[in-house]
């Protein structure tokens, strides 16, 4: 490793991808600038694998964290994976059906769902614009490692989930969803094992974010960088603030770190 290379983590939604979930050339162009320098470009999501499958393709990027750290990728090859508890799905599910509310679980290649049909599912999905939808299969987490679950319910119905089941993370991202993560995931612990194969000393990391699942991760790296399009309170944990995603944020961001 030479002194001037670094690694750098990239949020998908909100910050490689703008508000139409489309890749901005600038940020295609900025990409692959990074590479031809000999720079580790990196995602760090909240999505599932086969959710980021093409943006990955397009960029030519095979190291990532997924599911919000539950799933980490280096240089194509698994590195570190934390599981939910299964006997602990299951018994989620049955809490949830008790009050007709789906459940949707995700290994690193699929996401089934346990109620055909259900409005709270199509409505929140349908937002991802995502070429997947869900099909049933209402025993997908029997025999499998699942990285995430989902929870379709109206806001403020989570609150009886999380005190049942405390060995699960509860992370509302839709007004009739849940993400339900192992507790205590976040993505700054996959990005962790990724520097630790690595060796990268702090001042060569960089990562940007514009969501409140970037908190963490911009609080801990050393050189942070939000979107402009971020949320008042992810500003405050980053060290530094681009433009908006809409407006050539990453660009404009990683010419502002010298790293263009």
């Keep these: 490793m030479t002194k001037n290379r670094s690694?750098?983590?990239f949020d998908i939604d909100g910050t490689l991808l703008d508000s139409n979930k489309k890749l901005p050339h600038s940020t295609k162009e900025a990409v692959f600038k990074l590479k031809e320098q000999g720079h580790v470009v990196a995602i760090a999501t909240g999505r599932a694998?086969?959710?980021?499958?093409?943006?990955?393709?397009?960029?030519?990027?095979?190291?990532?964290?997924?599911y919000n750290g539950?799933?980490?990728?280096?240089?194509?090859?698994?590195?570190?994976?934390?599981?939910?508890?299964?006997?602990?799905?299951?018994?989620?599910?049955?809490?949830?059906?008790?009050h007709h509310?789906?459940?949707?679980?995700?290994?690193?290649?699929?996401?089934?769902?346990?109620?055909?049909?259900?409005?709270?599912?199509?409505?929140?999905?349908?937002?991802?614009?995502?070429?997947?939808?869900?099909?049933?299969?209402?025993?997908?987490?029997?025999?499998?490692?699942?990285?995430q679950a989902l929870?379709?319910?109206p806001?403020?119905?989570e609150k009886q989930y999380e005190m049942a089941f405390p060995e699960f993370d509860f992370v509302r991202w839709h007004p009739v969803s849940v993400d339900v993560l192992p507790k205590g995931g976040s993505k700054a612990k996959g990005i962790e094992k990724i520097i630790e194969k690595l060796g990268f000393p702090e001042e060569r990391q960089y990562a940007f974010g514009d969501g409140l699942n970037d908190m963490q991760m911009l609080?801990?790296?050393?050189?942070?960088?939000a979107m402009g399009n971020a949320e008042e309170k992810v500003k405050s944990v980053a060290k530094y603030v681009t433009k908006s995603v809409d407006h050539d944020g990453i660009q404009h961001g990683l010419k502002m770190m010298g790293l263009i």
């Design 7 to 9: 690694v750098i983590f």
């Design 49 to 66: 694998p086969f959710m980021f499958e093409n943006l990955r393709r397009e960029l030519g990027i095979d190291t990532y964290v997924s």
């Design 70 to 98: 539950q799933y980490v990728v280096l240089n194509g090859k698994v590195l570190y994976k934390n599981p939910l508890r299964t006997d602990a799905v299951e018994k989620l599910t049955e809490a949830a059906l008790s």
């Design 101 to 147: 509310y789906p459940v949707a679980y995700m290994d690193h290649k699929d996401m089934k769902t346990n109620i055909p049909e259900h409005p709270y599912v199509k409505e929140s999905i349908n937002t991802l614009k995502i070429d997947r939808y869900p099909s049933l299969d209402p025993e997908y987490y029997v025999g499998r490692e699942l990285y």
């Design 151 to 153: 929870l379709f319910c």
């Design 155 to 157: 806001e403020g119905e």
């Design 219 to 225: 609080s801990t790296i050393h050189n942070s960088v």
